[in-house]
């Protein structure tokens, strides 16, 4: 193996590792690895720049344009009440939930599906008195598959298809993955229609156990010379609120517990209250109340402009790893934590000594600026804007419909290329403000796309030096690989990868090996490349390889065992399936 193939090898291990065991943000280190390969030598500038060109990344950076547009507008949500309709079971909820999602997931960004999904699916579950965990999950895995039944389901895909364009001059139709897609849909949703409800938790059975889904400590202070000094606990009104009660009393630094309804209050009292957001809410409406958190004084905000917002912690959030005090998070956020929820249980003690990390629920008192600013970014998954309190313009919901009709369409039937007609359909938003040009910047994730396109650089770098063909080498050690065999080699290997690091890495990674491994095979490479477009989009497995998966984490109150009790089996139905019908419907 010449040096060149060996330092390529040494980067893209490299990359994994620091992917999958730090918190460094996936953009800095794909464009690190791309620098290095360009400094070394081993890339030239146009070769490692390839991918900002490529027409795969392109189209995805539209239909962020396109995905802005349906939500703005309202139009997904539009449709989610209307085929989600009045459920009055579990089963029937359940499958209400698993046939549309994978129908709107297979032509709109699964993100935007989901986050419109979600907070119907809570309204179910507070009236049915259902647990959301026998929900969400299913509703994140039906959107996972359902984005794999057309070419615009997934960035996955059009990832894939552009490197098929620029490398071996194929490009696949908006519905050539649908002879397997669909299939997977059938069998993926009949494997989480019979089986959710069983091998899902259901930690919220009755309505009191559901109302603490999302449970929080929040404190208060007895304000000096407060209309409540001298009142007992009862009087105060404080035995009969709705969403919380009284569960401690701190005086005078001694812990008060089980405090009878006639305990007088003191000026000075710590009042330590349980239960859902909505109980920080209420408390700040009881006069001679103030929140007990220093902090909340210190925000440079008006009283009366303030709001609670609750938000999931996301992996681009900045304080990983760090406590709440360490991660500077009131003056870096211009918001204050009032308490912090972890897999559906309020997490004790000190708020400023709690460790953050990724899917923590966060009930923080700030501004609307806050929801306007972070909804379009991935410090934070915010539950509360799911229930925007900017209504969308329901009146142009068929508008925005009837461009992403058109689209497809129009690519559907050959008349125009994937690319062109969704440049048609973004222009076409802007161009009957369906959404702002403004917002439309916003809603475009840069680090998405920068990923994407340096990953691009690490697998040239493997055509070129000869690394991919030694690893296909290395796979096809065993004497007599059946071609299937090998194929499922490739599908496990993307799946891992996938698990690992982000989907669109694992798919440029995998797509130069797969090739490798069938011109030594002596096949078509079709199959191969095929399996890496559904394996990379199979994450079912961990909360953190897929978005969607990390979005239902905090409403869901799930844990990560959770996500490794209904995954895994799915994985393998899944895999096993795609595995059977890629090489009927490709051949090798």
Known sequence: MEISAVITLVTVVAVLGTLALTRIAPDIILMAALGFLIISGILAPGDALVGFSNPGVMTIAVLYVVAAGLKETGA????????????????????????????????????TVVAMFIPAIQEWAARLKLPPSKLLLPLSYAAII???????????????????????????????????????????????????????????GALEQLEQAREYAVEVVVAEKGPLVGKTIADAGLRSLTHGYLADIERHGRLLTAVPPDTELMAGDILVFIGAPECA?????????QPASGDVHKLDIAHHKRCLVEAVIGPDFGGLGQTVKASRFRSRYQAVIISISRHGKRIPGKL?????????????????????????????????????STPPDF?????????????????????????????????????????????????????????????????????????????AQWLLLIDGLA????????????????????????????FPIAVAVAEQLGVSFMPFIIAIMFAASASFMTPLGYQTNLMVLGPGGYRFTDYLRLGAPLSLIVGATAIGLIPLVWGF
């Open 76 to 111: 997904i949500q539009w449709i989610a009440h209307r085929l989600l309709g009045q459920p009055t079971r579990l089963r029937q909820a359940q499958l209400r939930v698993l046939l549309p999602t994978a129908g709107l997931s297979a032509f709109m960004n699964n993100t």
């Open 146 to 204: 359902g984005g794999t039944c057309t070419l615009i389901g997934t960035s996955t895909n059009l990832v894939v298809d552009g490197l098929l364009q620029s490398q071996k001059g194929i490009g696949l139709s908006m519905f050539s993955l649908a002879w397997v897609g669909v299939p997977l849909v059938l069998v993926g949703g009949i494997f989480l229609y019979l089986f959710a409800d069983r091998l899902l938790p259901s930690r919220e």
């Open 281 to 289: 809410r209420e408390l700040r409406r009881v006069n001679g109340l």
């Open 352 to 388: 400023g000594t709690v460790t953050l990390q990724v899917g923590d629920t966060l009930l923080l008192e700030t501004t609307q600026d806050f929801v306007d600013q972070y909804r379009y970014r991935k410090d934070f998954l915010l539950v509360s804007a799911l229930n925007d």
């Open 395 to 471: 009146r142009k919901a068929p508008l925005a419909l009837g461009i992403l009709a058109s689209m497809v369409i129009a690519s559907a039937s050959g008349l125009l290329s994937i690319l062109e007609a969704a440049l048609l359909a973004g222009g076409a938003m802007l161009a009957t403000r369906c959404i702002t040009a403004s917002k439309a910047r916003r809603y475009v994730d840069l680090s998405v796309l920068v990923v994407i396109a340096a990953s691009f650089a690490l697998g040239v770098a493997m055509t070129q030096t000869g690394a991919a063909a030694q690893i």
């Open 483 to 510: 071609p299937w065999a090998a194929l499922a080699l490739v599908y496990v290997m993307t799946v891992v990868f996938t698990e690992l690091i982000t989907n669109n890495a694992a798919a440029v990674l995998m």
